[in-house]
Each structure stands twice: as structure tokens, then as C-alpha cells.
Nanobody, 119 residues
Framework: QVQLAESGGGLVQPGGSLRLSCVAS????????MSWYRQAPGKEREMVAI???????TMPDSAKGRFTISRDNGKPTVHLQMNNLKPEDTAVYYC?????????????WGQGTQVTVSS
């Protein structure tokens, strides 16, 4: 059974930091691209950071310089270190695992963890 368990969310003041973690099980973690997405109230879900199975990283400009994504295939866990948080970073953050092969696509989501940035 595939499971993605996020943790590390919470309430933080502007300028603060949080480290989100996503522990994976039930699939071959090292073969999957791992991502963090977020969804704020009334907005569409958006990608925050992606790390491929080979370690390549993609993130939008809004995250560059503030967020860092990393993975530990031995645990297996993906982290999102978020620094200099802003109120507009407030959202539910979701962990995603994605892979595709000749049989099809595999797209798994965690249940999310709330991040609130407020003074």
C-alpha cells in the first residue's frame, strides 16, 4: 500500500523557517520524481519544488533562494526546507510521487500539512 506521510507544518511568523518531511512507503522511492505542491484557500494547487530520481531540481521563481528540496533514498524521505517565509506561503503543502513506464503513470499524493505564516 502506497503511503506518503507529511509532517513539519505549523504556524510561523513572517521571516521564519519550517522544514517539511514526507516519508514514503509502498513503492520504489528511488525511481520516482518527488515533489511538493501547495494549495491556498480559493486558489489552484501549484508546484513548489520537484526533485527527480536523478537529483535534478526544478522550482518556480517564488521559491528560488528561499526553499530547498532534498531527498534521502535510504530512508526514504523527501524534505522541503523553507526559509524567510511570507504570509503568501500560507497553504496546505502536499507531497507527490510520480513515475511512468510502459505500463502507465503512477501518481501518488499525501494528505497534506498546513503551513500558516502570520504574525
Amino acid at each position: 500500500q502506497v503511503q506518503l506521510a507529511e509532517s513539519g507544518g505549523g504556524l510561523v511568523q513572517p521571516g521564519g523557517s519550517l522544514r517539511l518531511s514526507c516519508v514514503a512507503s509502498g513503492f520504489t522511492f528511488s525511481s520516482y520524481a518527488m515533489s511538493w505542491y501547495r494549495q491556498a484557500p480559493g486558489k489552484e494547487r501549484e508546484m513548489v519544488a520537484i526533485i527527480t530520481s536523478g537529483g535534478g531540481i526544478t522550482m518556480p521563481d517564488s521559491a528560488k533562494g528561499r526553499f530547498t528540496i532534498s531527498r534521502d533514498n535510504g530512508k526514504p524521505t523527501v524534505h522541503l526546507q523553507m526559509n524567510n517565509l511570507k504570509p503568501e506561503d500560507t497553504a496546505v503543502y502536499y507531497c507527490n510521487a510520480y513515475n511512468m513506464d510502459y505500463l502507465g503513470e503512477y501518481d501518488y499524493w499525501g494528505q497534506g500539512t498546513q503551513v500558516t505564516v502570520s504574525s
